[in-house]
């Protein structure tokens, strides 16, 4: 009976201090975890909340914020990765930890850029305004005393003007620099230098304070990161979230073999994105793609099926039609081939590029074709590429749209829901070989690609009822490792 007296207290102490240390399923984020966690621990964190942000950038262009679907989407995904959904839950300490935590962890590895900052930003927001509109009236006032927001409740008789009999029942009195957008939209009453805020417009000036807050927050971070760069175990570890790819693994070949060389020229036009699409037209108009080109095109064409045999006789038939004779390419390129596949060197499986990976690194310069359209041609020369492929005018100005506001993954996807005719293809897309596998999944009614011999030896495309490679593939967390291993190949790649 004594151990178990001792065993409860010690219990109610800790649910105390826990209770104590997050208050609130909601804060700014101010103060810094100080516990030791392990890199694991720290990784998955990490790759957890950067799912969720990405998943809100999808929601906030795919659906009005604050609707009844976007909730429900968000929630859904709130409740999926164990991130803080319900505000009065007593027992998600765990869910509050990991919160806070991963937070932190991303504010590191998304400082490091102007573009990264203000991605971060604009999600973390998104996150915050939901979370906040969600609370209901008495937990949004303790929310706000914590937070040291704690604006003077005014009821509307108070404040002696018949015009607002009617309007409002009540609201908080605010500082007019607090107020400045309300002001200019005509939502708050103004009178002896100060605003008074209908409380359903309380968050406007709440989320304003909080995005000053982690704007300063992100410039002094940025700032601290020479001390950090000098830890060789967190500095690979942040640099690879900030374009970090979390989907499935695509050098897992499940399909290898079911893609016939004949029928790579119609794929292209039907099932290929708008990189690999631009990729394959300028080889086969020039004959000829420099190392980034041929890096990004190769390893997709390996993670959609081809096999080495196939590559090789693909880019060889190719190269030979334009400069380069067969015994050059035998030397020198058919190595760097065999390389990307395992054969040669370290005998390393090299893994598809990411969406995330072909926009953040590697800029295509003149006479280049790799890179992302959306991300790195002028909007002019992509506007005209969209019209050639009978992209309606309509569609064209939604896609310029999501690429001025920054939304290259986005506008992708909007391509291909133009390109096959769907309103919402219910994924978020992340990758060249997931837009391949959803189109092929689209147009053969959910099924694979498979291909057999005929009795005259030519292939044919057959339906096969496995399911399709997304949703078999092994999920990964992480492409730190094939972007080390990529340094390598690329060694290989360097002869135009």
């Known amino acids: 009976m004594e151990f178990s007296s001792r065993a409860r207290l010690k219990h109610a102490r800790l649910a105390g201090d826990r209770r104590e240390q997050y208050p609130h399923s909601l804060q700014f984020y101010l103060e810094p975890p100080m516990e030791s966690i392990s890199l694991v621990e720290f990784e998955s964190f990490a790759v957890d909340r950067l799912k969720l942000l990405k998943v809100i950038e999808n929601l906030g262009v795919s659906h009005v914020r604050g ?104 609201s908080y009195q605010v500082g007019l620099a607090d107020a400045v957008d309300l002001f200019r939209a005509r939502k708050v009453f103004i009178k002896d230098g100060f605003a008074y805020v209908p409380f359903k417009e309380i968050d406007v000036i709440v989320l304003n304070n909080y995005r000053t807050k982690l704007s300063k ?15 060789e175990r967190l500095q ?5 979230l900030s374009h ?45 793609l420099r190392h980034g080109g041929r890096m990004q095109y190769g390893l997709f064409l390996k993670g959609i099926g081809l096999t080495l045999e196939q590559a090789l006789e693909f880019w060889k038939k190719e190269f030979i039609r334009g400069k380069v004779d067969a015994d050059k390419f035998d030397k020198g390129y058919a190595y760097s081939i065999r390389h990307s596949y395992g054969k040669e060197g370290r005998r390393t499986d090299y893994t598809p590029y990411s969406c995330m990976k072909i926009i953040m690194s590697n800029p295509p310069s003149q006479g280049d074709y790799h890179g992302c359209p959306f991300r790195h041609s002028d909007p002019e020369l992509l506007k005209q590429k969209l019209q050639s492929y009978k992209i309606p005018p309509s569609g064209i100005t939604q896609v310029l749209e999501l690429v001025k506001g920054v939304h290259y993954q986005l506008a992708c996807q909007k391509f291909f829901e133009l390109t096959h005719d769907v309103d919402d293809i219910g994924f978020s897309l992340n990758h060249p070989n997931q837009y391949f596998t959803e189109s092929q999944k689209l147009l053969n009614g959910g099924r694979e690609l498979k291909k057999e011999f005929n009795n005259s030896g030519n292939f044919q495309q057959k339906n096969n009822s496995q399911e399709s490679t997304n949703s078999s593939s092994t999920p990964t967390s992480s492409n730190a490792k094939a972007d080390t291993e990529l340094e390598g190949l690329e060694a290989y790649f360097t002869e135009d």
């Open 236 to 240: 690979p570890l942040l640099n690879h």
């Open 67 to 170: 609707t009844d679907v976007y909730k429900s989407k968000l929630e859904s995904e709130l409740r999926k990765l164990k991130f803080p959904y319900r505000a009065l839950a007593e027992d998600d300490y765990e869910a509050r930890r990991k919160d806070h935590i991963s937070h932190f962890i991303l504010r590191l590895a998304y400082c490091q850029s102007e573009d990264l900052r203000r991605w971060f930003l604009q999600q973390e927001m998104d996150l915050f305004r939901y979370r906040f509109n969600e609370l209901t009236e008495s937990l949004m006032q303790k929310f706000l005393e914590h937070a040291n927001l704690s604006f003077e409740a005014v009821i509307a008789w108070q404040l002696h003007e018949p015009s607002l009999s009617g309007l409002w029942d009540a």
């Open 217 to 231: 927050a992100l410039a002094l971070t940025a700032r601290s990161l020479p001390s950090i760069q000098s830890d």
């Open 244 to 288: 970090s790819y979390v989907g499935p693994d695509y050098s897992i070949q499940k399909n290898t073999g079911k893609i016939s060389l004949e029928q790579i020229d119609a794929l292209s036009v039907k099932s290929f994105p708008l990189c690999m699409r631009q990729l394959h037209r300028a080889l086969r108009d020039s004959h000829h």
